[in-house]
């Protein structure tokens, strides 16, 4: 009995420990069971995970990816996943570093009016495949170049959509406007990267960071 008190304290424990981690992340947060690694043996946060599942305290997004929702009370309904946020906890699992895809960088930054119709992304780790309902999110594996400034902010941005237009679909009036609208900490991330991008981007991207 004492042993299955012992234990039973230990899982509520860490229950515990887990729920107020993803409080003070917020709603709408997105983690794997790295997220808690500090808690405790890998089966042990899985196992909890998948509880806490069960309690409806948690969803389950993904196979191992979990979120606390984000709800609207007045309409009585549960808000999707924040598609970024899925991928971003992915990345801190493998230790890698992600950055959209070429199409969906080049749109954001208001280069392209083109809409990506799928959610793709670059990453510095392996390439995965990820169901979320009926929503599919690839990332793919980036060379070294395109990757040069990834998790740095607009800069990586910046790199990812040169290389989906290509030098000949970048005019003086897209370097205009990348230099208006970046911060100096992108700029500056521009300047380090700049040297193990392609070589055709180098001068580009000094420009923009000028």
Known sequence: MK????????????????MKSVRARGRGAVFTWKDFAVFG????????LARLVRRGM??????GIYD?????????ITVAPDVLAVVQAVARRDGARIQPDGARA???LGLSTQVPAR???????????????NRVIDVRTGSARLMAAAGGGAGALVIAALGYLGRRDIDADDIARLQRILAPDDKAALRRAAPVTYRWMRPILLKIAA
């Open 3 to 18: 042993t299955d008190f012992t234990r039973k304290n230990k899982v509520s424990g860490l229950s515990s420990r887990i």
């Open 41 to 48: 043996k890998p089966d042990a946060i899985r196992q909890t």
């Open 58 to 63: 948690l969803r389950r997004v993904a196979r």
């Open 68 to 76: 606390w929702p984000s709800t609207v009370a007045s309409l009585g």
């Open 106 to 108: 080049a749109n954001q």
């Open 119 to 133: 959610d793709s992304f670059r990453s510095t780790g392996h390439a995965h495949r990820i169901a979320v309902g």
